[in-house]
């Protein structure tokens, strides 16, 4: 691409800068276009106040600005391939938002298709796990085409996410996967007797319901500490009741407006001798995961953010960086969860406030 020469430009030496310049102008080709005529320089770092390391370019392209103003900033200079502080340039980011028209606008600008950026993963190692973009990648000098192990691998990763997109609601929701248990092993290590806890109808829940034995005296207490409780991660009000299902390779409890399955104390006492993946939706910010064998918390982190150095590629199967429209967001957490655990469900119902049993911890 031609590119031209910056002496020759009107303007440079009053560059205007990019002051000002708020994220829905980056996505806009006025503004940007307006202040490269002016004599912006395309190259200068620090176009985002906070971020000194990016350039007009990674502005531009994280904000999601349409192929033609990745094109003019090239074409009035812009390096093509600048690296952030945390080594990615703007093609990561295009290819990060699953953006077709971008990445080709960058790539037929000289962007290196294959650089590796972050973990030693490269923008064409990300697109070839979108259908989208993998053909742009796949012909360019240097492609590494995975195989068959790591497509089968994110295949099932894809397969998790899909059907974690149907959950309608996850704020403030505790949700734990275990492994390798039935429901009424699960319900005996929350204290309870299988017995009392039937199979209930869709929408049904036990707390409500006039006459249930359950609900003794001690429910009033309950009614009392549900201030404390919801100063604590909050129950909404259902005391120490979680939903429980039986699904492929184990259970899954849910707790629709409480932390406690994605809790270390309950991840302890049910993961005796299997796997347990507990996850907390924090309203407050966050979502929050501890992975539990054999009694014990191995591994405590904050996930469903795009990856930073070091974090487990499985951050990158199951999506993480994916960021704009389409991005899985929370369903990626819930797929990881699943996938750390070991267990496999195929459909959402579960964690949709209709679990087969609604249990009361002991």
């Not at 106040?49 to 033609?68: K, N, Q, S, V, Y």
């Not at 501890?290 to 405590?300: P, T, Y």
């Amino acid at each position: 691409m031609a590119r031209s020469d910056d002496s020759t430009r009107p303007g440079r030496d009053t560059d205007p800068g990019w002051a000002g310049m708020t994220h829905d102008d980056w996505r806009a080709a006025e503004p940007v276009l307006a202040r490269l005529a002016a004599g912006a320089d395309p190259r200068r770092p620090g176009a985002v106040p906070g971020e000194p390391d990016w350039t007009p370019l990674h502005a531009a392209t994280r904000a999601g600005a349409p192929a033609g103003v990745l094109v003019a900033l090239l074409r009035y200079g812009a390096e093509p391939d600048p690296a952030d502080a945390e080594g990615c340039t703007p093609l990561w980011y295009a290819v990060c938002r699953n953006d077709e028209e971008g990445a080709a606008a960058l790539l037929d600008g000289g962007a290196d298709g294959w650089r590796p950026c972050l973990d030693g993963w490269s923008p064409g190692h990300l697109a070839m796990t979108l259908p989208a973009l993998a053909p742009l990648f796949a012909r360019l000098p240097g492609a590494v085409l995975p195989g068959a192990a790591e497509r089968a691998a994110q295949a099932e990763a894809d397969r998790l996410i899909d059907v974690m997109r149907a959950v309608e609601y996850t704020e403030g929701c505790g949700v734990a996967f275990v492994a390798g248990v039935t429901e009424d092993e699960l319900i005996r290590r929350l204290g309870a007797d299988p017995a009392g806890f039937p199979v209930l109808g869709p929408g049904s829940y036990p707390w409500d319901e006039p006459g249930d034995d359950d609900l003794d005296e001690d429910d009033e207490d309950d009614e009392d500490d549900a201030d404390d409780e919801e100063e604590e991660g909050g129950n909404g009000g259902v005391g120490n009741w979680v939903g429980v299902s039986g699904v492929e390779g184990g259970c899954v409890v849910v707790q629709p407006a409480g932390f406690t399955p994605g809790s270390e104390d309950f991840l302890v006492r049910v993961s005796s001798g299997t796997t347990a993946y507990g996850v907390y939706f924090n309203p407050k910010g966050g979502t929050f995961g501890s992975l539990a064998r054999d009694g014990e918390v191995v591994r405590r982190e904050e996930i469903g953010l795009s990856p930073f150095a070091g974090d487990p590629p499985e951050f990158y199967r199951f999506r993480f960086w994916r960021t704009g429209a389409g991005a899985p967001y929370d369903a990626a957490s819930l797929a990881y969860a699943c996938a750390a655990a070991g267990v496999r469900p195929t459909d959402a119902e579960p964690l949709n406030r209709r679990p087969r049993r609604w249990v009361r911890m002991r």
